[in-house]
């Protein structure tokens, strides 16, 4: 049976270790059990993390192997290789396919009722890896997607517009990488029409405002990259809202990586799509209405993404309508 309240995380490099210092203080789990390939690298993020037990609510966090991870009802895969400066996320293919394959034999050999979050890139194809070789359900085989680079929009969109990115409604879909698409039709301002909002703010030209903050959105991971050498702590903090929609059985409307099954024509493949979050992982993925260039973008993504994951010989059916 798997405990909710118990979330393993695999791979304690700077996503992994940054996911499992969020998720320790954030009060959802009484237990975070690390693992690595180097597990004294695990061993001690975990000590680093339980040593300020005495400074947050409770939560036991250690480091464990295989079996420790037999009840666990969250599992986050952050294990792989790092993204290289200037290197696109499908590069990191080949590198991180053998990764997740060794773990995914020694975790559902023990486990096969936890949700899974994929979080190594590219997050839409090892999703579906993911899917394929472990055997479980598809609602409970879900990525990261595109949550943060929708936070990225909504945090952009709020700083040019002068409001609070929460009370921005926008989605970033697709692939969690170069061919993402910024949903603008739908997007507004607590319930104001976001082209009359900008006009408001004194924007004279909103869509070639929107155009460049999409652009930065999209490229905002090579550019910490560049300066910092990795990202972490926002999709450290993604990942911390996804496990909060989970935990607490939200029903919160998120656009993680998970198989299309018919929504906006796309078949068989993992893309960042709006989807209802709960306990279960995902239990449906909302129809939103989308421009005509909108759809054409989503449907090239898929496509590409289809030509990644063809790589990989996954054999989930694909079909673009």
């Known amino acids: 049976m798997a405990d909710m309240r118990k979330c393993g995380i695999i791979g304690t490099g700077n996503v992994g270790a940054a996911s499992a210092y969020t998720l320790a203080v954030s009060g959802l789990f009484s237990e975070v059990l690390l693992l690595d390939a180097d ?43 790092n993204q290289r400066p200037g290197e696109t996320r499908e590069a990191l293919l080949g590198r991180n396919r053998a990764i997740l394959q060794n773990i995914l034999e020694q975790l559902t050999a023990v486990n096969r009722d936890a949700v899974l979050l994929v979080v190594s890139n590219p997050v839409d194809v090892l999703t579906g890896y993911t899917l394929e070789l472990s055997g479980f359900p598809a609602e409970r085989v879900i990525g990261s997607g595109t949550v943060l680079d929708t936070a990225r929009i909504k945090c952009l969109l709020g700083e040019k517009l002068g409001v609070d990115s929460r009370n921005v409604h926008a989605f970033m879909l697709g692939e969690h990488g170069d061919s993402e ?18 006009l408001a703010a004194g924007i004279d030209d909103p869509e070639s405002m929107l155009a460049s903050l999409a652009r930065e959105v999209t490229h905002a991971a090579y550019d910490i990259i560049e300066r910092k050498g990795a990202t972490c702590y926002g999709i450290a903090m993604a990942v911390r809202r996804i496990a909060e929609a989970i935990i607490r059985d939200e029903h919160a409307v998120l656009p993680v990586s998970t198989l299309a099954r018919g929504a906006y ?12 979050v709960g306990r279960s992982g995902v239990s449906r993925v909302l129809d939103l209405p989308l421009s005509r260039d909108e759809t054409e973008r ?8 289809k030509t990644l994951s063809d790589q990989l010989n996954i054999t989930a059916p694909f079909l673009l309508l």
């Not at 947050?56 to 290789?81: E, K, M, N, Q, S």
């Not at 698409?181 to 900008?198: K, P």
């Open 39 to 81: 597990m004294h690298r695990a061993e001690g993020e975990a000590a680093d993390i339980a040593h300020g037990a005495a400074l947050r609510r409770p939560c036991r966090v250690h480091a464990g192997g295989y079996g420790d991870f037999a009840d666990c009802g969250l599992v986050i895969l952050a294990a792989g290789t």
């Open 181 to 198: 698409v910024a949903v603008w039709s739908s997007a507004n301002i607590s319930g104001a029409d976001l082209d009359d909002f900008c």
């Open 265 to 276: 024509g796309i078949e068989g493949v993992c893309l960042g799509l709006p989807a209802v």
């Open 298 to 305: 989503l449907l090239a993504s898929a496509h590409k993404l």
